[in-house]
């Protein structure tokens, strides 16, 4: 198998159409041999960046993060587990931060979706370092997903043995707000037995927070796909099912005054939001697929969608709709077209209400990497070409600028994992 490279960018804040190309600079090395999970930027400009060394495939490999300042080309990279995958990160504006990672048990699982191990977390706050991993639970299967509010609020998820299928589990969810981590398990009866995939988690400014899966139906209840909240710091109440069809992938949002926002596909694309204390579900136009979605603390937001791609190939079109805060999704329009000049992996991320940021990949043989913004939806402007061989990109915009990673297969022996920096306007 060949290596992977793993690259990091940094742009300056764009500030017009033209920027959007001129501001991103050159990549830089990261790590000679990497595959990007997650990537973070706060108000102040710190760029973090979580990250497996190797192939993501294989359980005996370590997490590492890595962090950076905008204009600036310092970077420390800190390993925080030997052994781990199934990793998630949250990074609020202030610069706190939460770590969660899958750590099989003791090195002796082949595959990570058949074994059980413990769930791990390690956090940061504002201004400091990462701390010391600690052990939330020792007896997970994977699915970690984490949240973190501006408060300091954090949520995360994760999947804990005795699913009815491989890959199933329990959902179990651990709460902090200051002080020690909680666990809150959702009522039994409405989550079942069998939770699959992995969970979407989200914690707004008020404390409010969600958390949304899919299930599978089996012999003991019928599937779907499920939320449940809490309003403020209080417990979380019963669970919602939002569609009687299980979901192949969840993504939650909880914006600063505490209106919730959930996209799913479960063969369509749809989204819902929580109004007068109900659920309002959409369905968009165009079969679901591979998706993004992007949305700041007002409560705009962005999705993205690769329609009808359900392996992943890149060869269908990716479609774009837009909603104001509170408000529903409107009417997509066509974002990327179809072929290899469309988008193999893309993702998505708002550097203000009104305007978006977009990388894509092309599909398997051009693999060209792409970022551009999009005013606010609509076809890529001024597309700048940051790697010709490049898969995963991994977005992120602050109030200071953006950061953008990404693995790449190099032509000839494994080059390396790099950082891309630009002061910019």
């Known amino acids: 198998m060949r290596r992977a490279v793993l690259a990091l960018t940094l742009a300056a804040p764009l500030v017009a159409p033209a920027a959007a190309a001129a501001a991103w600079s050159s990549p830089r090395q ?100 990462f701390g010391a991993p600690v052990t939330l639970s020792s007896a997970v299967i994977g699915g970690v997903a984490a949240a973190l509010g501006p408060r300091g609020d954090a949520l995360v998820a994760g999947l804990a ?31 079942g037995s069998n939770v699959g995939g992995v969970p979407a988690v989200a914690v707004g400014g008020d404390g409010s927070a969600l958390a949304v899966w899919a299930r599978p139906a089996d012999q003991q209840a019928a599937g779907g796909t499920f939320v449940v909240r809490r309003a403020g710091r209080g417990a979380f109440g019963p669970a919602t099912r939002l569609s009687g069809e299980s979901a ?45 979605l992007a949305a700041a603390p007002s409560g705009a937001a962005v999705l993205l969608w690769s329609a009808g791609d359900r392996l992943g190939a890149g060869d269908a079109e990716v479609l774009g709709s837009r909603r104001s805060p ?28 009104e305007r978006a940021l977009i990388a894509w990949a092309q599909p398997s043989g051009a693999r060209a990497l792409r970022v551009a913004t999009m005013f606010p939806v609509g076809r890529p402007r001024e597309a700048r070409l940051v790697s010709r061989s490049a898969v995963v990109p991994r977005l992120a915009t602050g109030r200071r600028g953006a950061a953008l990673a990404f693995s790449r297969f190099p032509p000839g022996p494994p080059a390396q994992v790099r950082l891309m920096l630009s002061t910019g306007p």
């Open 30 to 129: 990261v790590s000679a041999s990497g595959f990007t999970q997650e990537v973070a930027v706060d108000a102040a400009g710190r760029v973090t960046l979580l990250w497996q060394s190797s192939s993501p495939f294989a359980p005996q490999r370590p997490v590492m993060v890595s962090e950076a300042h905008l204009g600036r080309r310092r970077l420390t990279t800190t390993t925080l587990s030997r052994a781990g995958t199934s990793m998630a990160l949250a990074v609020n504006a202030a610069g706190a931060a939460v770590a969660a990672w899958f750590e099989p048990d003791g090195g002796r699982c082949g595959v990570p979706i058949f074994c059980a191990g413990a769930l791990r977390v390690s956090t940061r706050p504002a201004g400091g370092r």
């Open 161 to 191: 043995s005795g699913g009815s299928v491989p890959g199933g589990g329990h959902l179990v969810l651990f709460a902090r707000g200051g002080g020690d981590w909680q666990q809150t398990t959702p009522d039994e009866a409405n989550v």
């Open 326 to 353: 509170g408000g529903a999704f409107r009417r997509p329009v066509r974002v990327l077209t179809a072929g290899a000049a469309g988008a193999g992996r893309f993702d998505v991320a708002l550097s203000t209400p």
């Open 248 to 292: 192949t992938e969840v993504a939650a949002h909880v914006d600063a005054r505490g209106r919730d926002l959930v996209a799913w596909d479960d063969g369509s694309m749809r989204a819902a939001r929580r109004t007068r204390g109900a659920w309002r579900s959409q369905r968009l136009p165009g079969l679901g697929g591979r998706f993004e």
